[in-house]
């Protein structure tokens, strides 16, 4: 039998993201089926000797010099270099003191790039518009059918509501949320309690009991969101902001696999993939969003119903097996591609280059903080950062342990 030539895959990234940490679970999970041997290393810790090894390099969200000179040596010696976002980066709203350098090296190695892979097609759009690439990829987010949970009735008169943020959007739940509350409680005659779990604490919400719950890492997300056994999940986003149109329908696929029915705004990403009323509802105006909730308050069998069609739109659309196929059709170069010109150059000064700015970028966001939120802000989220980034660890640990 003729063995098989195995295809070097390096996974580079800035820092190690869930986007990172799902890549490598992927890579896990069908490197015993194709030719292929991965490594998933650091920018900082990218050398050209790792380069050289490498047939395919597949960067994740990085936007610094390292990577804008990687993408360089891999177009020269022939290297299939991917390109990753989950958002678009190009808009992003944090780091205004850096936000052009970023841009600048996000957009050289963009247009390095054999291949720009994403999650939306919007973003797609976008990058085609803004740089000079022309071949395109989306990798949808798998769901693994051992995270998938049932629907759970409460047996009870309450009603959990749950509500994550990210860095930013508690001002939706501010805006298209907070205000039909009060009427919403005196609509039904079950107890509400909604959790907020991310963001401080908000103004009166009429009658509703409400519970407050640190922002966590999303593996603790998941977890607390199935054990938690929440009734409904709601996720606003606002319809005109052309960052959010780039997003992922993470909220979806995270309330889904914990087995809890979804509210969410009537705007792309949400309306790529829910189907209003039976896989979710999908609301514009607050009426919209006060009969929604009343509905699935008032009808357990609704809860159900729509839940079970959501986790049947993971199971067909978004498996393993199902996402594997789809990503090699459209790159057949992760399991085919080898290189054979040796590579020279040198990182080192970009490096160098890179952890100046880092440094800089981290007092920038220290005094961002202080700002914006005093001490205490500084320091919860001190906190916060240092949990998570241990946690993340510990997953890249155990994720590298079963290659």
Known sequence: ????????????????????????QFANTIKDKYPIKVRCVNSCKVSIKLIEWSD????????????????????KYNRFFIYQLDDNLFLHKNDELFKKIRIKYLKQTIENADVFLSSNPNLNTYVSEKCN????????????????????????????????????????????????LPKLTKMTNKKIEIQLLGINEMDCLGECKIKYVPHMSLKEFKTYLWKQNFDIGVAPLPDNDEFCKCKY????????????????????PYTTVVENGKNGFLCNSKEEWLSALYKLIEDYNLRQKIVENAQELLRTTFSY??????????????????????????LL???????????????????????????????????????????????KARNENSD
């Not at 914006?372 to 510990?394: P, S, W």
């Open 321 to 346: 097996a199902n996402i594997e196929k789809r990503i090699i059709e459209d790159i057949p170069e992760l399991i085919t591609f080898k290189a054979t010109e040796k590579v020279r150059g040198c």
């Open 56 to 75: 395919v390099v597949l960067s994740i969200r990085s936007t610094n010099q390292i990577t804008a000179r990687i993408s360089q040596i891999c177009k």
């Open 249 to 268: 329908f993470n909220k979806f696929m995270e309330f889904t696999m914990a087995g809890i029915p979804g509210v969410y705004s009537n705007c792309i």
């Open 1 to 24: 039998m003729e063995k098989r030539i195995k295809t070097n895959i390096l996974i580079e990234f800035d820092n190690f993201t869930e986007t990172v940490n799902g890549m490598m």
């Open 349 to 395: 000064p970009v490096k160098w280059n890179y952890i100046i700015l880092l440094f800089m970028d981290k007092v920038n966001a220290s005094y961002r903080y202080l700002r914006n939120g005093g001490i205490r802000a500084f320091c919860r989220r001190i906190k916060e950062y240092t949990i998570i980034m241990m946690q993340r660890k510990e997953e």
């Open 133 to 180: 690439i022309h071949r395109f990829a989306r990798m949808d987010t798998a769901a693994n059918e051992e995270e998938i949970h049932k629907w759970r009735i409460s047996g009870n008169n309450k009603i959990k509501i749950v509500f994550y943020s990210n860095a930013g959007n508690g001002q939706w739940f501010r805006d298209i949320l907070m205000p039909i």
